[in-house]
């Protein structure tokens, strides 16, 4: 049973930084290809960041050099840093993990959800 947790999210001003954390259960984040999605009010869940089991990257063209996804395989921990925030990047901010290899950023992709954290830019 997969279990994804994510925190780290909250309320900043524009130009701001915040990391979020995805801490993960019944899956060895080092082996599994994982993303950080979000969902804004009245808007589509869209991929934000990917990354394989290389450590291969990938990120949606609105937050590339801004936002950086990375795992800590030893804290089984998928995390996004995010930097130079905009009131655009408010949204509610998922992981997920997808289970073909693909480092898709689509969310037909992705198998498990966790319940998200919250992040507003004002």
């Known amino acids: 049973h997969v279990q994804l947790v994510e925190s780290g999210g909250g309320s900043v001003q524009a130009g701001g930084s915040l990391r979020l954390s995805c801490v993960a259960s019944g899956i060895t984040v080092s082996s599994a290809c994982m993303g950080w999605f979000r969902q804004a009010p009245g808007k589509e869940r869209e991929g934000v960041a990917a990354i394989d089991t290389d450590g291969i990257t990938r990120y949606t063209d609105a937050v590339k050099g801004r936002f950086t996804i990375s795992k800590d395989n030893a804290k089984n921990i998928l995390s996004l840093q995010m930097n130079s925030l905009q009131p655009e990047d408010t949204a509610i901010y998922y992981c997920?993990?997808?289970?073909?290899?693909?480092?898709?950023?689509?969310?037909?992709?992705?198998?498990?959800w966790g319940q998200g954290t919250q992040v507003t830019v004002s």
């Open positions: 997920a993990t997808e289970p073909y290899g693909l480092g898709s950023l689509d969310k037909s992709d992705y198998f498990d």
